[in-house]
């Protein structure tokens, strides 16, 4: 019983440290988040991966506030900029393609302050 009750509050402390208040959302974790749709974005698969479609509902996760959302937004431009190969059409698809509902546009010439 007394193990059980440590297990527990070790999963408790995990999870508190994964979604801490104030948790600022990093290009790297973006980054690191949007890595498997490479291929699809500059148009090697005709369809993004199982992989791709988790990194996106993941940056979704990562996008709860105001301020949040414009850091993802500023990440995801600067990762598109770094890529002269992206398929424009392929990477504002993305997110339909992947059944998700991102507020967070994804390309080259967005504002992210709006």
Known sequence: MKGGVIAVIAILAVFQLAVQHGHAVTCGEVDVS???CINY???HDSSPS???CAGVKAVKGMAS??????ACCG????A????TDLKDEAAQSLPTKC???????ISRTVDCTK
Do not use: H
């Open 34 to 36: 949007l890595m498997p």
């Open 41 to 43: 974005l500059i148009g």
């Open 50 to 52: 199982p992989a791709c």
């Open 65 to 70: 506030t105001t301020a949040d959302k414009r």
């Open 75 to 78: 990440c995801v431009k600067a």
């Open 80 to 83: 598109a900029n770094r890529y």
């Open 99 to 105: 059944a998700v509902q991102l507020d967070i546009p």
